[in-house]
């Protein structure tokens, strides 16, 4: 069974940082790519960053890269997404997705991802 299960959400002040944890099991680890997308209110789901575990290739989305790092722990089957610089426009559910291929050259939308965790809710005060 496949379990995705996102960590580390909370209320931050502008400027200040988060580490959110994709906890993934069910599955082999290194043969997928693990993403994190966001969703605000009223607005799209969008694609944050994503690693593929297998050679730790990862993408971001232009606005995030600088502020945001990702990376995996393949002994914990674990994903972090580092934020730092965070911003009241950050403000998301955060949710962290699965997809059983390797190697994706770069940021998928929503749709490639079969697999989703819950989500965890990331605010940031100005």
């Known amino acids: 069974e496949v379990q995705i299960v996102e960590s580390g959400g909370g209320l931050v002040q502008a400027g200040g940082s988060l580490r959110l944890s994709c906890a993934a099991s069910?599955?082999?680890?290194?043969?997928?790519?693990i993403a994190w997308f966001r969703q605000a209110p009223g607005k799209e789901r969008e694609a944050v960053s994503a690693?593929?575990?297998?050679?730790?290739?990862?993408y971001y989305a232009a606005s995030m890269k600088g502020r945001f790092t990702i990376s995996s722990d393949n002994a914990k089957n674990t994903v972090y997404l580092q934020m730092n610089s965070l911003k009241p426009e950050d403000t998301a559910v955060y949710y962290c997705?699965?997809?059983?291929?390797?190697?994706?050259?770069?940021?998928?939308?929503?749709?490639?991802?079969?697999?989703w965790g819950q989500g965890t809710q990331v605010t940031v005060s100005s």
């Open positions: 069910g599955f082999t680890f290194d043969d997928s790519t």
């Open positions: 997705a699965a997809v059983f291929i390797s190697g994706l050259p770069r940021l998928q939308t929503p749709e490639t991802y079969p697999y």
């Open positions: 690693i593929s575990p297998s050679d730790q290739s990862t």
